[in-house]
């Protein structure tokens, strides 16, 4: 059974044949003018704005009749309707409605809120932007809906949380599908002739982390930015061919597409792709005269920053604890103990800024006996170092060589 139902809307709650429709002969019949529904909501005038609120007032009078006509409402109840008469939903339910930025949007989610609550329906409310006369603006604007709709879907469980593009632009549903089945999540379908929901399970989706290991910097590079496609080598032309769910080609340039955009901002990548590393002195010089161990270095700073964004307490993280010696009132940095290469270990003082997504290494060490000897002392721990440098474009591509 389903607690929770996140659906994409449209406006057919006013429109049409729809018991509260503004456009059939009725109580309702040009109480709103339908042409400005589909204008963007900061077009709204002071005079639509009374219209909308007039509107509103009448039909709450009207909400009494929704038993009995349930099946003329609009689609959005109708799945929630056919969703209760198959005994899918649970008694505590929470809807959240998606809408698109537009006045038609802002009044069925103000009419369609009060027809759900009244039923004792948990309603939570988003708006998203989505501009289908420019194609750039298009992209960016359904890479943002993707992300929405990811969080919405994760408020909820796989096997309790379903998504029901019910309404808006075709794009919402197709793009939907990709984001849902990408978390596992389960799409419903209500056949409007026999008011059946069919159920779409998820489609398996993912990116092997070998795949963005061999194509990081491509990948990266769409990230940032535009490029061209004639520019790229044969192997990268053959990658953005293969996979044209992940790129975008507008007039000869290419980068992320939408779905790209999400896939990459997903906790499993993104500390790959958003962490700005923030080398001190030190670390900097240690590692030009340790060029031999960069590949293990650059390594273990990748799984520093997993382990950051896990989200998980983990021991190693906090490595200073262990030294019982140390003055914690001087403590300017965490110590990490990483991984041993089998001839060196990993260690190294940092500060990672989470809100900025900024990993700061302060001292870095190879050499066990050294590093017992000096981390004893606060080196590194106790005062930052000279000079940061931002040396993540060194690391990520030297890593992946």
Not at 19 to 45: A, W
Not at 333 to 360: E, W
Request: overall charge neutral; proline content about 2%.
């Amino acid at each position: 059974m389903y607690h929770t139902v996140v659906m994409t809307c449209g406006i057919s709650l006013i429109q049409g044949k729809s018991y509260f429709s503004v456009t059939r002969d009725g109580q309702f019949k040009d109480l709103l003018p339908y042409r400005e529904l589909q204008k963007n909501i900061t077009e709204l005038t002071a005079d639509l704005e009374a219209q909308i609120e007039s509107f509103i007032e009448k039909s709450r009078m009207y909400l009494r009749d929704v038993s009995e006509h349930r099946e003329s409402i609009c689609a959005e109840y109708s799945m929630i309707n056919a969703l209760k008469k198959q005994k899918k939903l649970t008694k505590d339910v929470k809807v959240t409605l998606i809408f698109t930025n537009t006045i038609g949007g802002l009044v069925c989610e103000q009419l369609l809120r009060l027809i759900f609550e009244k039923e004792g329906i948990y309603v939570n409310v988003q708006y998203i932007d989505m501009s289908v006369s420019n194609e750039i603006d298009l992209k960016n604007q359904s890479a943002n809906y993707l992300k929405r709709l990811g969080d919405a879907l994760a408020q909820g469980d796989p096997d309790t949380t379903c998504f029901a593009p019910i309404g808006g632009y075709k794009i919402l549903t197709a793009l939907g599908y990709l984001v849902g089945s990408f978390l596992h999540y389960p799409m419903v379908y209500l056949h409007e002739n026999t008011q059946i929901v069919v159920e779409i399970p998820p489609m398996p989706l993912g990116i092997d982390e070998d795949f963005i290991n061999n194509h990081f910097d491509l990948l990266r590079k769409c990230q940032q930015d535009y490029v061209e496609y004639v520019e790229l080598a044969y192997d990268e032309k053959q990658v953005v061919d293969k996979y044209p769910a992940l790129f975008s080609r507008e007039e000869g340039l290419i980068s992320l597409s939408a779905f790209g955009i999400f896939l990459f901002e997903q906790k499993n990548y993104d500390y790959i792709f958003q962490t700005k590393f923030l080398l001190s002195e030190q670390v900097e010089r240690f590692i030009r005269q340790n060029r031999h161990h960069s590949i293990f270095i650059f390594g273990q700073l990748y799984e520093l920053v997993k382990k950051l964004k896990s989200g998980i307490n983990i021991d190693d993280l906090r490595h200073e604890s262990e030294f019982e010696r140390l003055d914690n009132k001087k403590l300017q940095f965490h110590l990490y103990k990483g991984s041993s290469n089998g001839r060196d270990v990993f260690r190294c003082t940092y500060k990672y800024n989470a809100i900025k997504k900024h990993l700061y290494i302060n001292y870095l060490w190879l050499d066990h006996k050294k590093y017992e000897l000096e981390v004893v002392k606060g080196i590194g721990l106790y005062t930052s170092e000279k000079k940061f440098t931002d040396y993540t474009d060194e690391i990520v591509s030297r890593k992946r060589k």
